[in-house]
């Protein structure tokens, strides 16, 4: 199984609402990505997790919340969002190898989740 | 500044042609170089990884190459098929699993 399974697929929300996009994977990745996608522009890294832990925060509004309960799951927290952070959201997963270097392995990303925010 | 840099921007090629496409980095050293293929609207696919000292990389129909003294990268398709319609990012990898992504080139394959 190289799947990484993201859920919803679709997600309209309005501004005051709070929503939650889920990330699963069963590869035994113990690092674990959020990027935010818009339109015909790269990918752009929000956090990564290393052993259930944050990592990375890249400087993202405190709007979005990232969680990792177990191994297997990454959640990413949606409360008071603008507009602006509609976008494709791509969840990722990669080795790490003994020595906790994430350099080199590949990373696999789940479908996405089209959010609009209305 | 976009530490990876891409071309062509778009690239219309016919079924069964080949086609190469460019990708020139601005920062190294780096861990590694990357290609992927993303559909519009899907996630990325892998298709290779090499490390700066790797020259070359093959993926099936797919062939990457590297050039560190030149800080450039190519990604090459053979015997293209209407499939292969999609756009290919090319990828730094950097410290802590950060991947720094070009703006990809749009591949459209007419039959």
């Known amino acids: 199984d190289t799947e990484v399974t993201q859920t919803p697929k679709h997600l309209v929300m309005g501004m005051t609402n709070k929503k939650s996009l889920k990330c699963e994977q069963h590869m035994g990745h113990r690092a674990m990505y959020w990027y935010k996608q818009k339109a015909k522009k790269p990918p752009e890294l929000m956090f990564v997790y290393s052993y259930e832990k944050l990592s990375i925060n890249e400087s993202v509004p405190s709007r979005f919340s990232p969680e990792c309960p177990n191994s297997s799951l990454l959640n990413l927290h949606l409360h008071a969002l603008q507009p602006e952070d509609s976008a494709l959201y791509l969840c990722?997963?990669?080795?790490?190898?003994?020595?906790?270097?994430?350099?080199?392995?590949?990373?696999?990303f789940g479908q996405g989740t089209r959010l609009t925010v209305v | 500044k976009n530490q990876v840099e891409q071309s062509p921007q778009s690239l219309i090629i016919l079924e069964g042609k080949n086609c190469t496409l460019q990708c020139n980095y601005t920062v190294s050293p780096f861990s590694n170089l990357r290609w992927y293929k993303q559909d519009t609207g899907r996630g990325p696919v892998s298709l290779t990884i090499?490390?700066?000292?790797?020259n070359t990389k093959s993926n099936g129909r797919y062939t990457a190459t590297l050039d560190a003294d030149t800080k450039q990268s190519s990604l090459h398709i053979t015997a293209s098929q209407l499939s292969d319609s999609a756009s290919y990012i090319c990828?730094?990898?950097?410290?802590?699993?950060?991947?720094?992504f070009g703006r990809g080139t749009q591949l459209t394959v007419w039959p």
């Open positions: 090499m490390t700066f000292s790797e």
């Open positions: 990722a997963s990669s080795q790490l190898t003994l020595t906790g270097i994430v350099e080199n392995t590949e990373a696999f």
């Open positions: 990828v730094r990898g950097s410290t802590l699993g950060r991947l720094y």
